[in-house]
């Protein structure tokens, strides 16, 4: 039973910081924003968006769950092969190392002094 607790926690554990990685990728600040933010621009329309505030806020969205999509792809193969029915910690892990990878821009735009 504490085995069982002890995976769950670690598991919470790990979705927050998935969570938290995948948000932080889609803020203001990220390497992915402007391109994003000029496409989303140019669709905004299509769905009835015409406050520059809203398309700001989606595309901080759609980068943030377009991070957490992408980023799961290697766990989702990971769980596949293994023939898992549901996420382990192992699973986990590989979906944040996915996520931290595509969030290393952004880490690196935010360390990175103007001159």
Do not use: C
Not at 25 to 47: C, E, R, T, W
Request: proline share 5%.
């Amino acid at each position: 039973m504490t085995d069982d607790r002890e995976d769950i926690l670690r598991r919470d554990g790990l979705t927050i910081g998935i969570a938290g990685m995948s948000l932080l990728n889609g803020m203001h600040f990220s390497a992915y924003f402007d391109p994003v933010f000029i496409l989303m621009k140019q669709f905004a329309p299509g769905f009835f968006i015409s406050s520059p505030l809203l398309i700001f806020y989606f595309t901080s969205l759609f980068i943030s769950a377009l991070t957490l999509a992408i980023g799961g792809i290697p766990a989702a193969i990971y769980e596949r092969g293994k023939g898992l029915e549901t996420s382990t910690a192992t699973s986990m892990w590989i979906w944040l190392g996915g996520i931290m990878l595509l969030t290393i821009p952004t880490l690196l735009q935010m360390t990175a002094r103007p001159a």
